[in-house]
């Protein structure tokens, strides 16, 4: 019988988990782009994003302790990984209600949901560990 090797799940866990905020903000940018298409209204989508945002760096805040280690593989986690996903997402909460405040409320779900991407993207090209990473979090930035 050929052995397989078994997927080692408590590793990917541990690395979507310490990805959190990032995958998070993608996953609501889909959900706002989704949602925008059947519900308009500025007030609502700025206050969606606002709230990603604040969930978001509250988790990176969480993940910057020193309970959680600095790593080096799939994704590099260090002092300036740590600083950039914590800074990048209060920036996005500054930035967002002006934005909005800008644009119809036809747009305004699309402003949001770019907004939501390109937070992920510089987060995610922060911590990238290797090329795929990196053209990855790029994609989402433009």
Known sequence: MPTQEMLDVTGFL?????AGPELGLLALACLTFLGGTFIRGRLLW?????IGLGFAAGFSAIQ?????APT????????????????VPILGM??????VAEVDDVRAADIVGCTLCACAGVSLTSMAGDLVLLFLGLEAVS
């Open 94 to 99: 500054l930035m967002l209600p002006i934005l």
């Open 72 to 87: 080096r593989d799939f994704f590099c986690f260090d002092d300036v990984a740590s600083c950039v996903r914590l800074i």
């Open 46 to 50: 700025g206050l969606v994003g606002v």
């Open 14 to 18: 541990g690395l979507s988990l310490r």
């Open 64 to 68: 910057s302790g020193p309970a959680f």
